[in-house]
C-alpha cells in the first residue's frame, strides 16, 4: 500500500489524498485550495496526478476544502463513483454549483487584472528631464514595480484564464455520487471496502474505516476526515476510532485548545447585549454557510430565548447558507437529543422566525446598508477573503459602531487572519481601510477537535498503530501534536510533504 498527498499538507485547506493499493486507486477527499485568489489559483490549477488513474473517491464531508475539485476531477477524465453520507451528498450538491459560480468569478477577476497590468506594461515610459522615468539619479533601473512584480508572481498563462470547471462540469459530477448510510460496509473496489462513522463535525461529516486486502494480508486504516468536538450543539458527539495499523488524522488545533462552549454562548450574548446598548451599529459575523452560520443560529435562538434583545435585527446575508439551512432542517436524525429539543421547540416558537430574514439578491443586500437598526449580519465566507461579507466589512470596518466576531479558524494570508493578528489597516477590493471596528476572537465555535480532542480519539491506539500521518494543520499545530503523540507511544508519527510517496 502506498499514500501520497497532494493538498492540506502543512496547511488547512485542500484535502486530497491518493491510496494505492495492488493496481486499485482510491482518493480520499477532493478538496479546493483556499487563500489570496491568486494563490489559490495556482494551486488550484493542477492536480499533481492523472484523475484518470482515480478509480473511486471516499469523500468524508462536503465542504468544499475536502470537495471543492470533484468537478475538475470529472472534467479531467475521472470516470468512479463517489462515495459518501445522504447528507454530504445534498450538501455537495449546493456547495459545488457555488464553488463553479465563484471559479468563474474568479476568472473574470484575474483576467480584468491580466488586461490592467498588460496595459500599465504598455504605456510609454515619461521622460523627465532627459531621463527616463523609471531610472535613477545615475542611470541605474528603478526597482521593479508592484505591477510588474504581480505578473511574474502569478505565472499567468499567455492566454485568457478559464474556471477550474464550470456549472455543466457540476452537473456531470453530481449523478456519480453513492450514498451510504453510516456504519453500512461498501465495496469501491474489489478487495477494499470502507464505511463512514459519525465525525461530528458537519451535517453528514464522516471519519473513514477501511480495510485494503493484498497478497500480504489486510490493512485497516483510519481517515479522521475534519474530526469534530465532544459535546458540540445540534450535531451527535464523533464516534471512537476503529483500531487500525495506519491512522490519517486532522491536526487542524494540534497545539490549541478551545474554550467549553457555555464560555462561547456567553460571549457571544455580551456581544449581542452590545450591540442592543447602541442605537445603531453592526455586528457582523463572517461564517461558512454551511455549519457555522447554522451554530450561530442555533446560539442566537437560546439567547433570545433568555434574554431581552428586542430591537436587534438578524440577516443571514448568504442564499447558501439559506439553502444549507434548509438541508439541516431537513436531516434531524443527525441531531442530539438538546438540538432534537429544540427543533421541535423552534417549530413551535416562531421568536426568532419573526425576527431572522434571509437575503438573495444583491439588491437586498446592499439594502441593508440604509437600514439603521442594531442589526446582527451573518455571511459567507467565514475566512473573510470572498463573499458578501467583503462588502459589509468594507462599508463598516473603519465604523468604531461595528464589532467584528471572528468565530472560525483563519488561515495564513487571510483577511481574518489579518484583523485577528490586530491589523491597523487592511484592504478590500484593492482599497486601504482603517480598522476602527472592535474585533473579538470568539475561536471557541470552531467545530474541530481541539488538541485534547484528537489526543483522546488517537491515543488508545498507540500499541496497535504502524504508522500515523498528521496532515489539514499548519506546522506550528501538527508537529507539536506530533511530538505529544510519539511521547504517548505511537512508533512513527509522520508530517508529511506534497506528493511524496508513503509506505506504511
Keep these: ?179 451510504h448510510e453510516y456504519g453500512a460496509w461498501f465495496e469501491p473496489l474489489p478487495g477494499m471496502r470502507f464505511r463512514f462513522r459519525d465525525a461530528g463535525h458537519i451535517l453528514g461529516s464522516a471519519w473513514i474505516e477501511g480495510e485494503i486486502r493484498e497478497k500480504s494480508g489486510v490493512t485497516r486504516l483510519v481517515f479522521t476526515g475534519d474530526y469534530g468536538r465532544y459535546h458540540q450543539p445540534i450535531l451527535r458527539d464523533p464516534e471512537p476510532l476503529s483500531e487500525a495499523e495506519v491512522y490519517i488524522s486532522e491536526s487542524t488545533y494540534g497545539n490549541r485548545c478551545h474554550a467549553p462552549f457555555d464560555e462561547n454562548e456567553s460571549e457571544l450574548a455580551a456581544a449581542v447585549e452590545r450591540l442592543a446598548a447602541r442605537p445603531h451599529g453592526r455586528l457582523l459575523i463572517p461564517a461558512f454557510a454551511v455549519g457555522r452560520t ?61 425576527r431572522i430574514r434571509f437575503t438573495q439578491s444583491i439588491e437586498e443586500s446592499k439594502a441593508l446598508n440604509a437600514d439603521l437598526r442594531p442589526l446582527i449580519v451573518i455571511s459567507a465566507s467565514g475566512m473573510m477573503e470572498s463573499g458578501r461579507i467583503l462588502h459589509h466589512l468594507a462599508w463598516n470596518i473603519s465604523n468604531p459602531a461595528t464589532e467584528i466576531l471572528v468565530v472560525g479558524f483563519q488561515a495564513q494570508h487571510t483577511l481574518g487572519r489579518r484583523l485577528v493578528d490586530g491589523a491597523s489597516e487592511v484592504r478590500i477590493f484593492g482599497m486601504l481601510h482603517r480598522v476602527r471596528a472592535r474585533v473579538t476572537n470568539m475561536l471557541g465555535f470552531s467545530a474541530h477537535a481541539d488538541r485534547d480532542d484528537l489526543l483522546q480519539a488517537l491515543s488508545p491506539h498507540a500499541g496497535a498503530a504502524r504508522a500515523l500521518y498528521l496532515i489539514h494543520g499548519e506546522n506550528d499545530q501538527r508537529k507539536p501534536l506530533a511530538e505529544e503523540l510519539r511521547r504517548r507511544g505511537f512508533a512513527r508519527v509522520e508530517c508529511p510533504e506534497n506528493q511524496r510517496a508513503w509506505q506504511p
Design 294 to 354: 447554522q451554530h450561530i443560529l442555533y446560539e442566537l435562538y437560546k439567547i433570545c430565548r433568555r434574554r431581552t434583545c428586542a430591537n436587534v435585527g438578524i440577516v443571514v446575508d448568504s442564499p447558501l447558507a439559506q439553502a444549507a439551512t434548509r438541508i439541516v432542517m431537513a436531516h434531524p436524525e443527525c441531531f442530539d437529543e438538546e438540538a432534537l429539543a429544540a427543533f421541535r421547540e423552534m417549530q413551535e416558537d416562531g421568536s426568532l422566525r419573526k
Design 1 to 179: 500500500m502506498e499514500l501520497r498527498f497532494y493538498g492540506a499538507t502543512g496547511t488547512t485547506t485542500g484535502s486530497c489524498h491518493l491510496l494505492h493499493s495492488e493496481g486499485r486507486t482510491v482518493l480520499l477527499d477532493c478538496g479546493l485550495f483556499q487563500g489570496r485568489r491568486e494563490e489559490s489559483w495556482k494551486k488550484n490549477r493542477l492536480f499533481g496526478f492523472d484523475p484518470q488513474i482515480v478509480d473511486a473517491v471516499i469523500q468524508s464531508h462536503a465542504h468544499v476544502d475536502h470537495s471543492g475539485k470533484l468537478p475538475m476531477l470529472v472534467r479531467q477524465g475521472f470516470g468512479g463513483r463517489i462515495h459518501a453520507t445522504p447528507a454530504t451528498c445534498d450538501l455537495a450538491d449546493i456547495l459545488l454549483h457555488d464553488s463553479a459560480k465563484i471559479a468563474m468569478a474568479d476568472a473574470q477577476f484575474l483576467n480584468r487584472q491580466r488586461w490592467r497590468m498588460e496595459r500599465e506594461l504598455r504605456r510609454p515610459r515619461v521622460e523627465v528631464r532627459g531621463r527616463k522615468h523609471r531610472r535613477t539619479k545615475d542611470g541605474l533601473p528603478l526597482p521593479k514595480g508592484r505591477n510588474e512584480r504581480l505578473v511574474e508572481d502569478m505565472v499567468l498563462p499567455p492566454r485568457e484564464i478559464v474556471p477550474l470547471y464550470l456549472e455543466e462540469d457540476v452537473h456531470e459530477t453530481l449523478p456519480r455520487f453513492a450514498r
